[in-house]
């Protein structure tokens, strides 16, 4: 088996999310200097200033979506990479345990699984049958 370092990275969100994170993040930040140039100015509150300040609230607000759905997927990549890992660890578990069931002839420890469905009537072979 291979040393966990040469083993390959889970699928992961790539750089087109975190691009989209980032430019997200520079509109936010560009909106909020915006309205505080604006509101350093002083003076009325124009049409300008309510287009910063909804500016600047919904592009923070799409930049937080974006990072928290990379990491939900980032979070995702990883349990299905351990998922898979379970599941290789279980089959290489019970084919060890079959072949030693069969090296040593205790087949009650064992649940063997029947590749068809046997041609007699009696059905599925239960575990008091010693046919192979």
Known sequence: ????????????????????????????LAFWIWL??????????TG????????????TLVGMMLAIRMALQANAADRHAEFRKT???ISWNTAFAAHQAEDDDDTDNVVRFPSAVPDEPGGWPTQGDRRR
């Open 1 to 28: 088996m291979a040393p966990p370092e040469d083993r390959p990275v889970p699928n992961r969100p790539g750089a087109i999310s975190l691009f989209f994170v980032v430019k997200a993040a520079i509109f936010a």
């Open 36 to 45: 505080l140039v604006l509101a350093i100015q002083g003076g009325q509150v």
């Open 48 to 59: 300008w200033h309510v287009f910063a300040a909804s500016g600047a609230i919904t592009t």
């Open 87 to 89: 599941l290789v660890e």
